[in-house]
């Protein structure tokens, strides 16, 4: 166990996350990854969009940027190439990510640059009016689905690992410790690295969808519908209908884009 204190800026306490969301177990998740890493907070820097989870950056004692709505990875590219020895460490969510922010995400994935993306997947818009986002299930209702949404959702792991991601996982804050271990893997790897974190949203998801008992209804589903790669390896495409896959998706060892660009100034030194 550690202590969480020294991580955290009390000042800006209590949450503004609503009782029952998911964010705060994957925030505690992060700082237990981030504490096992042995880094000094000032080599730290954590950069949000907007967003119910891009709120984190406000709560913890890093350097912090919360940015402009869809742009978090675009301002953190900026950051790791102005300064390459820091560990820049992205909070987003999927409609921040995956929406306005999707060619962002998908381009950094691409360049393989060295940023550790923790993407909290609630289904929904949770902060700005509970819109649909590119997640939301096929049938659940939203404010601009009130008769059920009828786009089918984007995989943003599969998106990331299609676009060169070098490292991309899927875990649940259902399963809080291994969802800190996906993380820690991320955090080492040089290259760009994705965690999505399936988290629950009691308030705006959970209420228009009828979960009458809320945050603990949404957490018992998340771990009823969580396989593992193993166990899905194992099942018909017919049989993965409406499961949770989790585990590590891609694990490699690429050139990494802030080295590639660093080589390529020295040779035009030369």
Avoid at 233 to 253: C, H, N, Q, R, Y
Wanted: glycine share 10%; aromatic share 8%; charged share 20%.
């Amino acid at each position: 166990m550690i202590d969480y204190m020294p991580f955290l800026r009390e000042q800006k306490f209590p949450l503004i996350w609503c009782p029952g969301c998911g964010h705060g177990i994957v925030m505690k998740a992060i700082l237990r990854a981030i504490d096992k890493m042995g880094w000094e907070k000032d080599d730290v820097v954590m950069v949000s969009g907007i967003g119910c989870s891009s709120r984190m950056p406000g709560y913890v004692d890093f350097n912090t940027l919360h940015t402009t709505h869809g742009r978090a990875i675009a301002f953190a590219t900026g950051v790791k190439m102005a300064e390459p020895k820091l560990h820049v460490v992205v909070v987003t969510g999927d409609g921040d990510a995956t929406a306005i922010g999707g060619n962002h995400y998908i381009h950094a994935a691409r360049r393989n640059i060295d940023l550790t993306v923790i993407l909290m997947n609630n289904y929904i818009y949770g902060m700005t009016g509970g819109q649909v986002s590119p997640t939301t299930p096929v049938g659940k209702m939203a404010s601009t689905a009130p008769f059920g949404n009828i786009d089918p959702p984007f995989n943003i792991s599969g998106l990331a690992e299609a676009a060169g991601a070098s490292f991309v996982a899927r875990g649940t804050a259902y399963n809080a410790v291994q969802l800190g271990r996906f993380i820690e893997r991320a955090l080492q790897k040089k290259g760009f690295s994705v965690v999505e974190a399936l988290s629950p949203c009691p308030t705006v998801y959970g209420r228009r969808n009828r979960y009458r008992r809320g945050a603990v209804e949404m957490l018992e589903e998340l771990r009823d519908q969580s396989i593992s790669t193993t166990q899905a390896a194992k099942m018909s495409p017919e049989e993965l209908e409406g499961k949770i896959v989790t585990g590590v998706f891609v694990d490699v060892d690429k050139p990494e884009y802030t080295e590639q660009y660093d080589r390529l100034i020295e040779r035009l030194r030369a």
